[in-house]
């Protein structure tokens, strides 16, 4: 999918389809992520202007206004606790729940249109999806094989082709993402 999203952007970093026999075969990195489970890393920057509601049009005459944005942190949970799972990050879930309370949204699959994730790595994609409540536990792989996060699908997800495509200037990525959701 994301490879796909990148050959229709003209800023992204690969524009080169890729099928599923190719990402299974690929050399691996870091077992079990082959090569196409990575985002390659770009040079990149960006800039934002962050200022109040009431001023915003100061700056430009249509002006990004973001209704919440979360933050959370912990104690690396997984290294600390050997009952954790691994099959989430519980700062990722956290952050979404008080993000969602911000900005009254009850039901993120049916109420987001868009989104840009962190899929620094396939896995890390798949299990967004289900921290940020796109797609109930254990079933993002349902989901993708439903075609639920392509552009034509009910929720597109890193509709330039993600950091997998597009490419990840680490500092910068962040702020391009939210600059993607605007364009969307």
Same mark, same amino acid.
């Given at each position: 999918?994301?490879?796909?999203?990148?050959?229709?952007?003209? *800023?992204?970093?690969?524009?080169?389809?890729?099928?599923?026999? /190719?990402?299974?075969?690929?050399?691996?990195?870091?077992?079990?992520?082959?090569?196409?489970?990575?985002?390659?890393?770009?040079?990149?920057?960006?800039?934002?202007?962050?200022?109040?509601?009431?001023?915003? *049009?100061?700056?430009?005459?249509?002006?990004?206004?973001?209704?919440?944005?979360?933050?959370?942190? !912990?104690?690396?949970?997984? !290294?600390?606790?050997?009952?954790?799972?691994?099959?989430?990050?519980?700062?990722?879930?956290?952050?979404?729940?008080?993000?969602?309370?911000?900005?009254?949204?009850?039901?993120?699959?049916?109420?987001?249109?868009?989104? /840009?994730?962190?899929?620094?790595?396939?896995?890390?994609?798949?299990?967004?999806?289900?921290?940020?409540?796109?797609?109930?536990?254990?079933?993002?792989?349902?989901?993708?094989?439903?075609?639920?996060?392509?552009?034509?699908?009910?929720?597109?997800?890193?509709?330039?082709?993600?950091? *997998?495509?597009? !490419?990840?200037?680490?500092?910068?990525?962040?702020?391009?993402?939210?600059?993607? /959701?605007? *364009?969307?």
């Amino acid at each position: 999918k994301n490879h796909h999203n990148g050959t229709l952007h003209p *800023k992204a970093h690969f524009h080169r389809e890729i099928t599923i026999e /190719e990402a299974i075969n690929a050399p691996i990195i870091a077992w079990p992520l082959g090569l196409y489970d990575c985002c390659g890393v770009s040079d990149g920057a960006a800039a934002a202007i962050v200022t109040r509601a009431d001023i915003a *049009k100061q700056f430009r005459p249509d002006p990004v206004y973001i209704k919440s944005l979360q933050i959370a942190v !912990g104690p690396r949970e997984g !290294g600390m606790n050997p009952a954790f799972d691994f099959t989430h990050v519980e700062e990722t879930r956290r952050a979404a729940q008080a993000a969602y309370a911000e900005a009254g949204i009850k039901n993120p699959r049916k109420e987001i249109s868009t989104a /840009e994730v962190h899929d620094c790595f396939s896995i890390t994609e798949a299990v967004i999806y289900e921290d940020l409540q796109f797609s109930p536990v254990g079933h993002a792989k349902d989901d993708i094989d439903a075609g639920t996060f392509a552009l034509d699908g009910e929720l597109p997800v890193n509709t330039d082709g993600g950091l *997998k495509c597009f !490419g990840h200037p680490i500092g910068a990525s962040g702020l391009r993402m939210m600059y993607e /959701e605007y *364009k969307q």
